[in-house]
C-alpha cells in the first residue's frame, strides 16, 4: 500500500529533522525506511497498518506490531500474526538490523523468503508457519548465529534442506511440517544439541533416519509422521528420556520395538508407529512408562501377547493397534478396567480369541469407542456391556458371536454406529433398539436373526445407513421403517422372508440413494410413491413376486443407474422412459414381458441389458439377437372403412384443424406481453396454482400467517391439499426490479437440483391477481423452526425468541447440512450451481433441526469449475448479495464463483458458533472483520472467549480440552474459508470431510443434539 510519505523523500526529511532539532529525532532512517518498504508490498484490505505512516514526527517504535529497543530506539521485533495481511517479503526487511523476532504466521504472504533475513545477526525467533511461501529455505539464514526459534510449517517450500543452515548451533525448536521438502534429512541436524521440538511431519522426506539424530539429549518432542523413511529407527532415539512426543507414523519403517522402552522414554505420553512394518513383540514394559495417554501401534505386523499388564497406565485414553495382527486371548481387556480415562479401544482386525470376559462391563464409563470387529471371538455378548453409557461407536462385526443380541445395547441412548454384521446372532432383534435415537448406522446383516422387523426402528429418526440383509426375518416391512425419511445411503432388507406389498409410505425415503429389497417373498405391485424416491440411484427388486407393468413412477428417478427387477412377474410392454434414465445396468429379465424393446440410452449396451425369459420380446438393436417385430399395415385398417365415412370424418378434421389454427393465434396476440411470465421449468413437472388458491390458502395474504420478507418478495405460511400440506408461499414483488429476473432464475437452478439439504419447491404460480395485474409465486416446504438467523439473534425486542438455543451439536450438525448442501451445488451436477447469497436468514430448519438451503433469486450456474476461479457473466459489474458475506473480489470485479460461496461460508460457520453478525458494531468499531477477530483468537489460543455465550451457559459441564480443540478446530475451517484471497480458500469438499470428522470426535465426547 502507499505510505504517507514516499520512500524517495525520506532523506530529505531526516535531514530536515536532525538538521532542526536532533533531540527530537527518535528513529532510525534505515529502519524506517526499511518499514515502509515492506508495507509497500502488503495487501491490507483490513487497515492493520494504518498506523505505518511518517509525517516527519510520528515515531514508528509506536506502530502496530511493532517494539523498539528503550535505549537506541531501533526496531526489535515485528508481530503481526493473524492479520490477514497479503503480499511478498521485502527483502528490506535484512536491513533492520536490531531485529530479534518476527512473528508473521497465520497471513497469505507469498513468494520466496528472502536470502537478505541471512543479515539479521541478532535474529532469535522466525515463526512464518501458516502462509503460502514458496521456493527453497534461504541459505543465508545460516548467518542468524543467534536464531532458537525457526518455524516453518505448512508453506509450500520445496527442495532440501541447505547443508548451510549448520551453522544454527542455537536451534532450540525446528518445525519444517507440511511443506514439499524433499531429499532426506540431513546429519548435521544431531549437532542442535539444544533442539527440544523437532517437527518433520508431511514433508516428503526419505531414505534411513540419521544416527545424528541420537545425540539430541533435550528433544521432548520428534514428529516424522507422513514421510517415506525405510530401515530402522535408530536404537539410541529410545533412549532419550525427556521425549513425551514420539510419533512416526505412516512410513515405511521395520525392525522391533526395544522390550525396555517403557523404562527409557518414562515421561512418554503420545507414542505412534502406526502404518509402518514393525514386527516383533509388543514391549511389556510400556506399562512402566506411567504417564502415557496414547499409544497407537496399528497397521503392523506385530506377534501377541498383548502385555498384561497394560491397565497400570491411570491416564491412558487412547489405544489403538487395529490390523497389527496380533495373537491373543480377548481377556486381556480385563486389565483394561483401571484405565478409568479410556475413551478409545480399538483392537479390530487382529487375532484375538476367546469368549468376551464378563469385565467389559467395568471398562470406564467415558468409553466412546469400542471396536472389536474382524476377530475370532465368541460366545455371547455380556449384558453389562449397557453400563458402557457414553459409547457412540459400537464394532464387533465379523466374529463368531452366538445367541441374542443385548437388549441391554438399547440402554446406550449416544450411539451413533453399531457394526454387528458377520456372527451368529440368533432370536429377534431387541426391540429396545428403538430407543437409540441418534443413531445414523445399524448393520446386523449376516446373521441368523429370525421374527419380524420392530416397528421401534422407527423412533430412530437420524437413521442414514440400516442393513438387516441375510438374516430369516419374516413377516411385513414396517411402515415405520421406510417411514423414515432420515434413511439417504443406504437401506437393505435383502435375503430375508419377508412377506407382503412394498407399504405406501416408501415415498418418505427422498432422500436414499440404495434400496435393495431383493430375494424375498414381497408381492403385489409396486406403489406409485416409489417415484418421490428421486434420490435412488440403485434399486433391487429382483427375486419377489411383484406383477402387474414396471410401474411409471420408476420415471421419476432420474439418477438411477442400476436397476434390477429380475425374477419377478411384471408384465406389458417395456416402458420408453427406461431409455431416457442415466442407467447403467438394467435387469428385467425372467418376467413376462413383451414387444418391442427400447432402442435408446442403456438398451444400446448389451453388455447393461439382461432381458432373459421374456419370450415374447422383439425389435431392440441388432446384438440382441430378438425377432423383428410385427409390422402393422395401416392401410389395411383403412381400406376397411367405407368410403362414405372417410370424406365426412375428413371434412370436419380439416375444419377443426382450422378452428384450432384461429384460437391459437387469438391465444398467442392476447398473451403476447406476458410469455416470459409463463415461460417457466417447471410447466410439466409440479402442478400449477392459480392466484385464488393461494389467497385462501394463506387466509388473504395476512399479516398474520407473513413469515418473512425480503426484497424481491415475502413468505407467507399457507395450508393447502385441503389442509394436509403446510407450505411457505413467496409472492413476488414484481414492480421492484429484479424481481421477474430472481423468479426466473430461482427456477432454472431448482428444476435439476436435488438435494436434502436444498429448500425443494413445490409448485409455482404464474396467474393474474383480482386486480388484473400479473402474479408470481413460488411454493417451497414449509419449515416449522424457520430461519438460522432467527434462532441466532435477538428479536426486535432484545431477546432470542421464544427462549430459542442451539446446542453445540445442533450447530454442527446445521453447519454440514449446509457445507453438503454447497458441495453439492459446486460438484454434484454437470455444471456447478453458484448460491450467490448464503447467510443465516437464507438457511430454514425443519422440524429435525435439518438445515435446508434456500433463496436461489441470485444464484448463477457456470460451466466451468476446473480453473482456481470459476466465472460467469463477467460483464455484469454490480455487487450482489447481503454485505458481510461477499467475497472481497467481488467488489474488484463482477464476476461470481465457487469461492466466493466457500468465503460466504466460512463467515457464516463463524457467525453461527460465535453469534457475531460479519457487520456487528463491535467489529466496525475495532475496525476488524469477523475473520481476522476469530483470526487473532485463535493465535492466542483464547478461542473459548468468543464462542456464544449461550453455549458455555448450557454446556458449561460437558466443556472439555477435546471439545475445546473441535470448536477450535471448526472455526479455523471457518477462517481458512474466508481468506481474502479465493485460491487461499479451502475447497468445500474437504470442508464436510474435516466436519464430518469433527462430528464424530464430538459425538465421542458425549454431546448430543437436544430438540
Known sequence: MTSYVTVECLIFLMFFCFASNPATCSINEVDLRALLLFKENIVDSRGVLDSWRYNGTANYCTWKGISCSSMHRRVVSIDLDSQGLVGSLSPHLGNLSFLRRINLQNNSFHGPIPQELGRLRRLEYLELSNNTFDGQIPRNLSQCRNLNFLNLIDNKLMGNVPFELSSLLKLEVLALAKNNISGTIPSFIGNFTFLRLLSLRDCGFHGQIPESLVRLRNLNFFSLAQNRFTGRIPSGLYNISTIHHFSVYSNQLQGNVPFDIGLTLPNLRFFSLASNNFSGFLPVSLSNASFLEYISLSENSFTGPMPKNIGRLPDLWGLNIWLANIQDDISFISSLTNCTKLRILDIYGNNFTGLLPQSIANLSTQLIRLSMGMNLIQGTIPSGIGNLIDLGYLNLESNLFSGPIPSSIGGLTKLQEIYLSANKFTDELPYSLGNLTLLNLLQVNRNNILGSIPPSLGNCSNLLVLDLSNNNFSGPIPEEIVSLSSISIHLDLSNNNLSGSIPFEIGSLSNLRKLDLSNNRLSGRVPRTISSCISLQQLNLDGNSFHGQIPQGLSSLTGLQEL?????????????????????????????????????????????????????????????????????????????????????????????????????????????????????????????????????????????????????????????DNGNTTVAVKVLKLNVRGAHKSFTRECNVLRGLRHRNLLKILSISVSIDYQGNDFMALIYQ????????????????????????????????????????????????????VHGDLKPSNILLDDDMTAHVGDFGLAKVISNVSSGLATAESHSVAIKGTIGYIAPEYGMAGTVSIQGDVYSYGILLLELFTNIRPTSDVLISDHASLHNFVATKLELDRVMEIVDPLILQKEHHMINSSIRGCVASILGIGVACSRDLHQDRMVITDVVSQLGQIRMTVLAQGLRPHN
Not at 428385467?588 to 435408446?600: A, R, Y
Not at 421374456?614 to 392401410?635: F, H, M, R
Not at 384461429?662 to 396454482?689: G, M, V, W
Not at 430459542?804 to 460438484?827: C, K
Request: charged share 20%; glycine share 8%.
Open 782 to 833: 414449509f419449515k416449522a423452526n424457520g430461519s438460522l438467523d432467527k434462532w441466532l439473534h435477538l428479536d426486535a425486542d432484545g431477546r432470542h425468541e421464544n427462549m430459542r438455543y442451539l446446542t453445540l451439536m445442533q450447530r454442527l450438525n446445521i453447519a454440514i447440512d449446509v457445507a453438503s448442501a454447497v458441495e453439492y451445488l459446486h460438484n454434484g451436477t454437470d455444471s456447478a450451481v
Open 564 to 720: 434390477d427387477l429380475s425374477r419377478n412377474k411384471f408384465s406389458g410392454l417395456i416402458p420408453n422412459f427406461l431409455g431416457e434414465l442415466s442407467l447403467e445396468k438394467l435387469n428385467i429379465s425372467f418376467n413376462k414381458l413383451q414387444g418391442p424393446v427400447p432402442i435408446d440410452g442403456v438398451f444400446q449396451n448389451v453388455s447393461a441389458v439382461s432381458l432373459e425369459e421374456n419370450t415374447e420380446l422383439c425389435g431392440g438393436i441388432s446384438e440382441l439377437k430378438l425377432p423383428p417385430c410385427a409390422p402393422t399395415n395401416p392401410k389395411k385398417k383403412n381400406s376397411q372403412i367405407p368410403l362414405k365415412i372417410i370424406v365426412p370424418v375428413s371434412v370436419c378434421g380439416a375444419i377443426f384443424i382450422v378452428i384450432i389454427a384461429f384460437s391459437y393465434i387469438f391465444i398467442q396476440r392476447k398473451t403476447k406481453s406476458r410469455d416470459n411470465l409463463h415461460a417457466t421449468p417447471f410447466e410439466s413437472q409440479f402442478p400449477r396454482l392459480s392466484y385464488a388458491d393461494l389467497l385462501t390458502a394463506t387466509d388473504g395474504f395476512s399479516e398474520a400467517n407473513m413469515i418473512g420478507s425480503g426484497r424481491f418478495g415475502s413468505v407467507y405460511k399457507g395450508s393447502i
